[in-house]
């Protein structure tokens, strides 16, 4: 398969259902970008859309959290969170089997379920792309939001084997997009701190800790410019090199751990630059919104 262009975008469910909570002016442009992804994708006339998405603990609820899932078989189910509707995503099942079967040949233990569930992160996402035109997927989950997480090192050399996995398989088009970020801190205090607490001493305890959204949240804009600067300019690896899990959670919040699916793409695309379509550090829809396109032209 050719990787015939590579996008990266946040991913909020507030993005569409607080959508006319945003200052006009962010919802016009922000909405335009995404457009602007989705018809740029179909103009790439791919055969199928590698999305690498996330989890929000509602499929992975702690009592298995696999760090990276690709969904195999014919259909992902969505799980109808964050107030968007329950439907099913054609998955392009050869190219998912391929991918599976490549990366763990190049031995990266590649979880796989063959009755995915997914959630806002690739809902969202596609509402605001495609509308109603659908590309089939190959949808990849990236644990992002239940620690301990993957690192910053391992996310972008993940993304390194996804790409050769990709351009190893059957001839086909291909389009990566990574979805989430960029700073954003989701829920109360008391709620993130709890989900930094220790693995194995959370899951009895979590109903206590209900996730709860607040009508406005805090955007680290500085973080999410210096960071789409460094995208910008294909330099993911000196951010892999500079950033910590913990130094993350500092500057961009428990959501800004998302950024990872960013990383990801830019190992899939050996470090291509990128253009960024569209950014709004949009306080209603509690995230820093980034859309961007990388230019594979740039690839090193
Ligand atoms: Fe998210």
């Not at 391929?98 to 992160?121: Q, T």
Request: hydrophobic share 40%; glycine share 10%.
């Amino acid at each position: 398969m050719d990787i015939v262009g590579a996008f990266a975008c946040s991913h909020a469910g507030l993005i569409v259902t607080r959508a006319d909570l945003a200052p006009a002016e962010s919802k016009a442009s922000l909405f335009g970008a995404f457009r602007r992804m989705g018809d740029e994708v179909l103009r790439l006339k791919p055969d199928a859309v590698v999305m690498i998405g996330t989890d929000h603990g509602r499929i992975f609820d702690l009592t298995h959290v696999p760090q990276f899932t690709i969904g195999v078989n014919t259909v992902a189910r969505s799980i109808g969170d964050a107030e968007l509707p329950v439907e099913d995503v054609a998955i392009h099942d050869t190219f998912a089997r391929s991918i599976l079967n490549g990366l763990l040949e190049a031995d990266v233990d590649l979880s796989y379920s063959e009755a995915m569930k997914i959630d806002h992160s690739f809902i969202s996402p596609l509402t605001l792309a495609f509308g109603d035109v659908r590309p089939k997927i190959v949808p990849i989950v990236q644990n992002c939001n239940s620690p301990p997480l993957p690192t910053l090192r391992r996310s972008y050399a993940f993304g390194r084997a996804l790409g050769d996995a990709i351009r190893g398989g059957p001839d086909g088009r291909v389009v990566v997009i990574g979805t989430g970020g960029l700073s954003h801190w989701v829920g109360s205090e008391r709620f993130q701190k709890f989900m930094r607490e220790p693995a194995g001493t959370r899951l009895a305890r979590k109903p206590e800790y209900p996730l709860e959204l607040t009508d406005t949240g805090y955007v680290n804009e500085k973080f999410d410019r210096d960071f789409m600067r460094m995208i910008a300019e294909g330099r993911a690896q000196e951010f892999v090199s500079g950033w910590t899990t913990d130094r993350l959670f500092e500057a961009a919040g428990n959501g800004g751990q998302e950024i990872r699916n960013w990383l990801t793409v830019a190992g899939a695309v050996q470090d291509a630059g990128a253009e960024m379509l569209g950014y709004g550090a949009v306080a209603e829809w509690l995230t820093g919104t980034a859309i961007a396109r990388f230019d594979m032209r740039t690839a090193h």
